[in-house]
C-alpha cells in the first residue's frame, strides 16, 4: 500500500507524509536525522516539524538540552478522522437546507474584454443539452471574436452539440444556414431590419448567456426555471422564424 498517498488523501503534504513515516520507522529523533531519514532539507523539516505538532501529528521532548520528536500513535489519526466524519454528518441536514435555500437563487456571473466574452463561449461548450441562440452573427463575427469562432465552431462539431438558432438574415448567417448539417446546427433567419438584435443569447443547460459583442460585456445567469422559461421562449419564437424564414427575402 502507497502509505504516502494514504496520508496525503487525509489532508498531509506529501512532505508531512515523508517526515510522519520517518518518525514512524525511527519512533523518536532529532531534525537533522528525520531530515536525512525523510529526504528532506533540514529546515524545511523544521518547519513541517513545527507543522505537524500544531496538527496534533506529534510531541516533542527535550533531553540533554535538545529537542526530540515523536509521532503520535496512528490510531489517533483515525480517531479524528472518525470525529471529522461524525461531525459532517450531523451537520449534513443543516447544510443541505443551506444548499437547497441557496440553490434557488439565480448565480450571475459578470464578465468583460476579449477574455472574458471567449469565457462564456467557452462555458458553452461544455453543455449536456442542445445550444438554443438568438444572434446578429455578423456583429458577432465583426467584433472581438473574429479569430476565435471558426475554432469554436470546430469544437461544437467534435463534441456532438447540436445548436438551434435564430439569426438576422445577412450574408454571414446565411452562410451558417447553409452550413448547418455538417455543423450540427439548424438555424431560421429573420428579417434584420424589423428586428434587430443588439445581444447573443445562448440557453443552455440550467444557465442563460448574454453577450453584448459591441459593449464586450456578458453574463452568464445560472436557475433552472430562468432558464427553462427562456427555452420555452426560444421555442416558441422559433416555431415563427421558420414560417418567416420560409417567407421570401430581399436578397443582399
Known amino acids: ?50 507543522q505537524l505538532l500544531q496538527k496534533g501529528l506529534l510531541s516533542q521532548i527535550k533531553k540533554g538540552g535538545y529537542f526530540y520528536f515523536q509521532p503520535v500513535n496512528p490510531h489517533s489519526i483515525l480517531e479524528d478522522q472518525y470525529k471529522k466524519y461524525n461531525d459532517l454528518e450531523k451537520a449534513l441536514p443543516e447544510l443541505l437546507s443551506m444548499h437547497a435555500l441557496y440553490s434557488v437563487k439565480p448565480q450571475v456571473s459578470f464578465f468583460e474584454g476579449k477574455e472574458g466574452i471567449i469565457r462564456i463561449m467557452e462555458d458553452t461548450l461544455k453543455t ?25 465552431i470546430k469544437t461544437k462539431v467534435a463534441r456532438g452539440i447540436w445548436l438551434r438558432g435564430i439569426f438576422s438574415y445577412d450574408k454571414y448567417a446565411l452562410k451558417l444556414k447553409e452550413n448547418g448539417q455538417k455543423e450540427l446546427r439548424e438555424v431560421y433567419l429573420i428579417p434584420k431590419e424589423k428586428f434587430p438584435f443588439k445581444n447573443e443569447i445562448n440557453i443552455y443547460d440550467n444557465k442563460v448567456a448574454i453577450v453584448s459583442h459591441e459593449d464586450q460585456i456578458g453574463v452568464i445567469i445560472e436557475n433552472k ?9 426560444f421555442n416558441f419564437a422559433f416555431e415563427y422564424a421558420k414560417i ?7 436578397k443582399i
Open 1 to 50: 500500500m502507497d502509505l504516502n498517498s494514504v496520508l496525503e488523501n487525509i489532508g498531509l503534504s506529501e512532505k508531512e507524509s515523508k517526515i510522519y513515516l520517518a518518525l514512524l520507522e525511527m519512533k523518536e529523533s532529532l531534525p537533522s536525522t528525520i531530515a536525512k531519514k525523510a529526504g528532506v532539507k533540514r529546515p524545511t523539516t523544521y518547519l513541517i516539524l513545527e
Open 128 to 152: 449536456s443539452t442542445e445550444l438554443l441562440c438568438w444572434a446578429d452573427v455578423n456583429l458577432a463575427n465583426n467584433t472581438l471574436l473574429k479569430d476565435y469562432y471558426p475554432g469554436y
Open 225 to 233: 426555471n430562468i432558464a427553462d422559461t427562456q427555452r420555452s421562449i
Open 244 to 250: 418567416l424564414d420560409s417567407r421570401p427575402i430581399q
